[in-house]
């Protein structure tokens, strides 16, 4: 356990000030374009990018890559070296075409992901702006698979601290945009072309800046970049075809996504507000405490778990896994009640400002609160993947993912036939809950079998002693928010006291009841941090 504490305390450290500086980004961001129109066709045109990018290699670099490069750096002669560069080459080619492919079709990608509703203005904004923010793709790509050499030679650092240039590059711009523009920028009517032209240009400008940083670092690392083109008896071909599975989940997990995003088309064009904006925003916040603790520890996991896997030692992959799940829950529990009680109050805080009024701002903590109720079983569900992950595969998690997305999608539907307009995005993040739960169930029992048992007596316990101790805070939580709301309106200043008086104590007190119940892994994090503030 202390090796992935180590390992996920550099990266967490990385990845906290990634997501407080991406606070600070989308606190600008809807702060100069606001949470209605001009927020839903800039949310729309910026996620394509990363859409198509998903379907081509994020999926596989999640599931495929990091074993197989693992597996090479073991078995081959030269530690790996040449099957790492003619990933680099391969992918980088490819990434260039559908670049340039997908900057071509713009519009018809634009149209597939809104809804059928949108004004022309509002479409046409999203069809610029996606022309901008295409070139995305390559430099997203290039940067993962850097990211990926670099943890398997254990450099994790990198990989956590990049975005944070990107955010502040991206910061710099919202400002300028927020300047220049003034109140046309919220308006799809009234935005100009040169603004539009900052906007995106910027955005992209942010992610060039992260692919250097990763770039840069995989050559501190000792790689050596040199063209190979060659795929004979290279590798790739197996690792293809293992990672067409991997595609698979993708597909299956974007037909999701798509469903998602064109009812929360359709829902912010029936109520100002409550649209694709809203959802992306509270699903960021929402991943705040994942990314920080979840994130750090499944990319410390995977590949210890990998050569666990080839040696054939199962106990290990048991140990390391258990070890993993206590370690995320452990902040992650009082984390999901704790935003299910301040939600509000946090989205008040961030996105109450400029272009965005109080109640828009209210109705993305709304969302939060329903997310909140999907993190714990979120991390413990992208946990069990790495489990199939490590012995190489990936056909089992494209079935359950087949199960999560029909729960998902038929629950969406259902939030969009039966809700009125401004409940369907909190029905959205209700549907995804109840899939990522139900698809916890299915993956913990299909692991354990292929590991001969998780431990799951051991973690069932430890989650509920965890839960336990979170509820006092909780409860205290909720009576600072009861008694500050009988005193004031809900507003910037009202939600800091409730932040801090409500989430900063519950907090603590949930570390002193862990503490006291003698839950081993709050043990090591708090002889962690003072150890390292008497230093």
């Excluded at 929360?264 to 925003?281: H, I, K, P, R």
């Excluded at 705040?288 to 499944?298: E, M």
Aim: charged share 10%.
């Amino acid at each position: 356990m202390s090796r992935v504490l180590r390992a996920s305390a550099i990266m967490a450290a990385g990845t906290m000030v990634s997501r407080v500086t991406g606070f600070a980004r989308s606190a600008v961001l809807v702060a100069a374009l606001g949470s209605a129109h001009m927020g839903d066709a800039y949310t729309i045109a910026n996620a394509i990018p990363f859409i198509l990018f998903d379907f081509l290699l994020g999926g596989i670099l999640s599931s495929v890559v990091v074993p197989s490069i693992v597996r090479r750096q073991q078995s081959d002669p030269d530690g790996g070296r040449a099957f790492e560069q003619r990933l680099m080459t391969i992918g980088a080619v490819v990434l260039v075409v559908l670049t340039a492919a997908a900057v071509l079709l713009a519009r018809p990608l634009v149209e597939l992901y809104t809804d059928a509703g949108w004004s022309t203005g509002k479409t046409e904004v999203a069809v610029m702006l996606a022309r901008y923010v295409l070139p995305q793709i390559a430099f997203v790509g290039v940067g993962a698979i850097a990211g990926a050499i670099l943890n398997t030679r254990d450099r994790f650092a990198a990989p956590m601290w990049a975005p944070v240039l990107n955010n502040v590059v991206m910061i710099g711009v919202l400002l300028l945009y927020l300047v220049t523009a003034g109140r046309s920028g919220s308006d799809v009517d009234a935005v100009s072309g040169a603004d539009l032209a900052l906007l995106g240009l910027g955005t992209t400008a942010g992610i060039v800046a992260q692919c250097l940083v990763l770039v840069i670092a995989l050559h501190r690392a000792g790689f050596r970049f040199r063209p190979r083109f060659g795929l004979r008896d290279t590798g790739l071909g197996e690792m293809g075809r293992t990672a067409a599975w991997g595609l698979a989940y993708v597909c299956i997990t974007q037909l999701g996504f798509w469903v998602t995003t064109k009812v929360a088309s359709g829902a912010g064009d029936e109520v100002t507000g409550a649209g694709n904006t809203a959802y992306a925003q509270a699903f960021q916040l929402f991943q705040l405490p994942y990314g920080i603790i979840a994130v750090s520890v499944i990319t410390a996991m995977l590949p210890r778990m990998s050569r666990s896997a080839n040696a054939g030692d199962l106990g290990a992959i048991r140990e390391e896994f258990a070890s993993g799940v206590r370690l995320v829950s452990v902040l992650l529990v009082p984390a999901g009640l704790l935003l299910m009680v301040l939600g509000p109050a946090v989205t008040v805080l961030i996105y109450s400002w400029g272009n965005n009024d109080a109640e828009n701002a209210i109705f993305i903590g709304n969302v939060l609160q329903v997310f909140g109720l999907a993190l714990v079983p979120f991390s413990l569900f992208q946990l069990l993947l790495r489990v199939f992950y490590a012995f190489g595969d990936t056909r089992t998690p494209v079935f359950i993912g087949a199960g999560n997305t029909a729960v998902s999608i038929t629950l969406s539907l259902l939030s969009a036939a039966v809700l009125p307009p401004r409940y369907v995005v909190m029905g959205l993040a209700g549907a995804l809950t109840a899939a990522y739960t139900v698809g916890t169930a299915v993956a913990w029992v299909l692991a354990s079998r292929r590991t001969r048992g998780l431990n799951g007596r051991v973690v069932a316990a430890g989650l509920s002693r965890m839960y336990s101790a979170a509820l006092p805070g909780t409860l205290l939580a909720l009576g600072v928010l009861w008694i500050t709301r009988e005193l004031a309106d809900l507003t910037p200043l009202s939600s800091v006291v409730m932040l801090a008086a409500g989430g900063g104590l519950g907090l603590a007190l949930y570390l002193v009841v862990a503490h006291r119940m003698r839950i081993p892994e709050v043990g090591s994090i708090v002889g962690m941090v003072t150890g390292r503030a008497r230093r």
